[in-house]
């Protein structure tokens, strides 16, 4: 390998785009096909480090190069480790995406287009989905940052892989300040996991039941209660503190989850604080709001 092929300034830009069927790979490649990445669909695994080579030599916009892979490919192989592997010795830096979804939303995703999941064969569609599930069991495990695509729709999911993959440094550490509702569930790709339920909950405020933590009444009524801006700052500090570390182990993404009961208002204006905070630190950080609109 030349050294110009082994420095930072000449290095391609590589996503590798894997996950379960029906969990949003398709959206996830037309959103990088938004931010510039030329896209390939369905490469077998076996011609990912002759892809990444191809784009090198290309220069250009295929510099920014997107492999998505796909279980229903004769030739896909289990050993994506192995693959990415293979392109860092390389001298290549692929980030690998992992989209997923409960099997209960997978279901209803296959049922709602009337076509049978690819592994399924001549069992039940649970079937197929379990099936690929304990495929991909090693490529989730080792994956960049994983999408939980569940509770998202096309729009949301356009939004969180722009917000991901736009124009700012790569190899900088990207924050997910992420608020949820408790009574949905637990967020599976969460780094941290925070509650806000501490706080007193503005539903219970006649005035501030049907407004959201995004507005200015709801905001100042929780960043107002006792203790909320230490809880801020406290974690403030400690992500800040952490962040050169995982940039250091090469880690790109962190999610930091925020619950509340309900995911609308305490959890929703605690983020927005959080990242504002964070990003007053110099740190890439955005908010999402995976329940708000919910109730």
Known sequence: MTEAMESDEAGTDLVVVTGLSGGGRSTVARALENVGFYV????????????AELAFAAGGAARRTAMV????SRAFSTDLTGAVRALKERGFAPRVVFV????????RRFESVRRSHPLQGDGRLADGIAAERKLLEEAREQSDVIIDTSHLNVNQLRRRVEELFGGEDSRKLRITVLSFGFKYGLPPDADYVLDARFLPNPFWVPELREHTGLEEGVSSYVLGQDGATDFVGT???????????FEREGKRYLTV??????????SVAISEELTARLSAMRLSAHASHRDLGRE
């Open 257 to 266: 989850a925020i619950g509340c009961t309900g995911g609308k208002h305490r």
């Open 235 to 245: 974690y403030a500090g400690l992500i800040a503190s952490t962040a050169p570390g």
């Open 40 to 51: 390939v669909d369905n490469l077998p695994q076996a011609l990912m480090l002759e892809m």
């Open 100 to 107: 997923d979804a409960d099997d209960e939303v997978l279901i």
């Open 69 to 72: 892979l796909d279980v229903r």
